[in-house]
C-alpha cells in the first residue's frame, strides 16, 4: 500500500486485541490557491518570524508556551509533549456500540479506512466486521491522534471499515437556538404531493464522480481571461438565479412548473377538488291565477 499510514496500533474488544492501521479515506479536491503581491513591485510578500523588541529570529529559537496568566507562559519542548502517556494513543478501547442512527450527522467530522495490520490480525478483524454487520451497530471509543483525543465510531465498508472521528458535544451547536422561529405549521396535502411527485421524478443513484467545484472552473476561467486582457478589468454579470427574499411566491405554480421541466407533468398530482356544485333550490308551483267574473 503506497499510502503512509496516519495511525497504527490496536482495537481492543475485551480481551481481543486486534493490530490495524488506520489511513486517511480523503484527500484535498481541486483548488485556486493566491499569493498576497506588493502591487508597486509585483512581489509576493513574506511572513517573518518577528520578536518585539527583538526583531527576525530564528526557527530553532522557538518553542511553545501556554499562557497561564497575562504576559506569562509555560514553555514545553515538543518531546515533552510527545512524552504524555495516554492509552488511546496506541490502543481504540471499543466501549458501547449504538445504532448508527443514533448519531446526529452533525457530529460525523472525518473518515479514515481501517486495514488489519498483518496476515494474524486478519481473522480477528473480520470476525469483529462481519459482527457489526449482523448486529447493525456502530462500536464507539477514544483515539488519539496528532495532538488531541478523538471519539471515534467504526463501522464496516466493504471488506474493511471506517472509522470517523466524532465532534464533543461542547464543539456542537444546539439546534433549537436556529430553528426556534420556523412554523411547525402542516403543510396543504396537495403542496405536499406535488413536492414528493417532483422529489420522486428527479431520485436516482448517487454517483459523485458526476459532481465537481463549478467555483474552481469558474475562477480559472477567470484567470484565463485575465491574462488575455493584459490587466483589464473583468467584471462578471451579476445574475443570482432568479429574485429572491420577500417576495411573495405561487408555491403551487413554482412546484407544478419544476415538475414540468423535470420531465414530469403536473397532472400527476391529484388535483384540487373543486367544490360540489349545489342543486339549484326547489320552487314552489305557482297556483292558477283566478279567473275574473
Known amino acids: 500500500?503506497?499510502?503512509?499510514?496516519?495511525?497504527q496500533g490496536q482495537i481492543r474488544l475485551a480481551l481481543v486485541s486486534i493490530p490495524v492501521e488506520i489511513y486517511s479515506a480523503t484527500k484535498s479536491g481541486a483548488a485556486v490557491s493566491f499569493k498576497q503581491i506588493h502591487e508597486p513591485s509585483g512581489q509576493p510578500i513574506h511572513y517573518d518570524k518577528v520578536v518585539t523588541g527583538v526583531g527576525p529570529v530564528d526557527a530553532d529559537e522557538i518553542m511553545k508556551g501556554y499562557e497561564v496568566s497575562k504576559g506569562e507562559?509555560?514553555?514545553?519542548?515538543?518531546?515533552?509533549?510527545d512524552a504524555v502517556k495516554l492509552e488511546s494513543k496506541k490502543t481504540l478501547e471499543l466501549t458501547q456500540f449504538v445504532d448508527a442512527s443514533e448519531i446526529d450527522v452533525l457530529y460525523y467530522e472525518k473518515p479514515y479506512f481501517v486495514v488489519p495490520a498483518d496476515d494474524l490480525a486478519e481473522e480477528a478483524f473480520i470476525v469483529l466486521r462481519e459482527a457489526l454487520k449482523r448486529t447493525k451497530k456502530v462500536g464507539l471509543g477514544q483515539l488519539a491522534m496528532r495532538g488531541r483525543e478523538y471519539v471515534v465510531s467504526l463501522k464496516p465498508c466493504g471488506r474493511g471499515m471506517v472509522l470517523e472521528t466524532l465532534r464533543y458535544a461542547d464543539e456542537v451547536h444546539k439546534a433549537q437556538g436556529y430553528f426556534r422561529e420556523i412554523p411547525d405549521d402542516k403543510p396543504s396535502e396537495e403542496l405536499l404531493e406535488l413536492a414528493e411527485a417532483l422529489i420522486e421524478k428527479r431520485s436516482a443513484d448517487f454517483h459523485p464522480q458526476e459532481f465537481h467545484d463549478r467555483y474552481v472552473d469558474a475562477l480559472k476561467d477567470l484567470i484565463e481571461r485575465k491574462r488575455k486582457s493584459n490587466g483589464k478589468k473583468i467584471i462578471?454579470?451579476?445574475?443570482?438565479?432568479?429574485?429572491t427574499g420577500s417576495n411573495v411566491v405561487d408555491l403551487m405554480a413554482a412546484l407544478k412548473k419544476s415538475m414540468e421541466k423535470s420531465g414530469g407533468t403536473a397532472e400527476k398530482a391529484p388535483a384540487k377538488k373543486a367544490p360540489a356544485?349545489?342543486?339549484?333550490?326547489?320552487?314552489?308551483?305557482?297556483?292558477p291565477a283566478k279567473?275574473?267574473?
Open 277 to 287: 356544485k349545489r342543486a339549484p333550490a326547489k320552487t314552489a308551483a305557482k297556483a
Open 1 to 7: 500500500m503506497a499510502a503512509r499510514a496516519y495511525w
Open 73 to 81: 507562559y509555560v514553555l514545553l519542548e515538543q518531546d515533552e509533549i
Open 236 to 243: 462578471e454579470d451579476k445574475d443570482t438565479g432568479g429574485k
Open 291 to 293: 279567473k275574473r267574473a
